[in-house]
DNA sequence: GTCTATACGGCGATAGAC
DNA sequence: GTCTATCGCCGTATAGAC
């Protein structure tokens, strides 16, 4: 139980600030080595150079983007449960750490090459939601629908907000807290708006 | 019909894109100037600095950012046609100009007191969605909602893929033709997604 | 209006004393 | 391991010839 930290967990946990917050372009050396409190000379000291750094903060970054939601959907349980699990845990995933998925789609775009190699060991659950949904389907649960395309919904629903968080804010005139309970109410309109897509057809009430 | 552009356009144009690409912060004036093919003198001779070479940018690309979406709502028919018109416009803008909302989600997050001035001269429409709404619901044609969570589901299905798109390509595996016409089936999945959330509640067959 | 040359500062990185 | 000092490069910006 050692609340002193070492300097290199006072350089990492600078370094994911500032880069996540400015990305690698934008972030400093001098600033993070001011964040920690410590001299630039050990940054250098410790991670050789600034790729060196932005590739241990990029591999971590990437170890969160999928928690345990594989596993949400390998389990027991009806569709519509595992998809509200799903939403509440990506949903919390995505509050805590709001900067991930913006810097990620960031230095996708402006650095390709060094991210997209790390990305693809980071596959989203995709092939355990196909299997689910496909049981489902044969159980009369949900109609038969594409996987990529409810994943591409569900992300678009949970992520977007988060990410575009200031320019909503600004939009509807929220403070940060009504944005805070707006958020809350998604959680489970999210859950009901994928579920009502997948309704079986019902002749009968059609 | 006048096919040579003047040095200014061709300066913006360079700018636009290299802007775009990398964000103010990752932009060089080198860059802009050899995408012109002019001189790196010129861009100061035009534009005094980079801030205001970035502000004229700026300022066009947030103009562009509702296109005419608050006439959609405004006009005659039933809400599932203004929905399917604000989808299809939507798309359109965002496929033409994938760079536009990452870059301003980015500089919110970054530059937040230059963009987020701007940004409150440019609000979306909400103001005739919410009309729209209740009128439509009025009419029974869909259920009492939140205008805003019904704008954050259509704005996050539409702009996330594409804001996403080197990431999703590289998640599912797929050519940019194949991003594409996935891309193309969603439009319809997103009005039906939304129309069928908006169902009116329906006591007999539930 | 367009060019070359240059000023000036900030950046990443390293050397070397302690 | 930690510091100060400094190198070399590249960024924005400007001066001045044409």
Not at 34 to 58: C, P, T, W
Not at 81 to 93: A, N, R
Not at 116 to 133: F, K, N, V, Y
Request: include cysteine.
């Amino acid at each position: 139980m050692e609340t002193v930290l070492t300097t290199e967990q006072r350089i990492l946990e600078a370094a994911r600030k500032v880069f996540f917050a400015k990305g690698f372009g934008g972030a400093r050396m001098q600033e993070i080595a001011d964040e920690a409190g410590i001299n630039k000379a050990m940054l250098h000291y410790y991670f050789r150079s600034k790729d060196q750094l932005f590739d241990v903060i990029l591999e971590e970054a990437l170890g969160r983007l999928w928690p345990t939601v594989g596993e949400i959907f390998m389990g027991e349980g009806t569709l519509a449960e595992k998809i509200g699990g799903f939403v509440d845990l990506y949903v919390e995933m995505v509050q805590e750490r709001p900067y991930i998925p913006l810097f990620i789609m960031n230095e996708a775009q402006s650095n390709p090459a060094k991210l997209l190699a790390r990305l693809g060991e980071c596959r989203p659950p995709l092939q355990q939601m196909a299997t689910a949904m496909q049981q489902a389907a044969a159980r009369g649960e949900i109609r038969a629908a594409d996987p990529r395309q409810t994943l591409m919904h569900l992300m678009s629903l949970v992520v977007f907000p988060f990410v575009a968080r200031p320019v909503l804010k600004m939009f509807f005139g929220l403070t940060e807290d009504q944005f805070i309970s707006l958020a809350r109410e998604r959680k489970r309109e999210i859950t009901c708006l994928i579920m009502n897509d997948l309704k079986p057809d019902t002749p009968v009430n059609n």
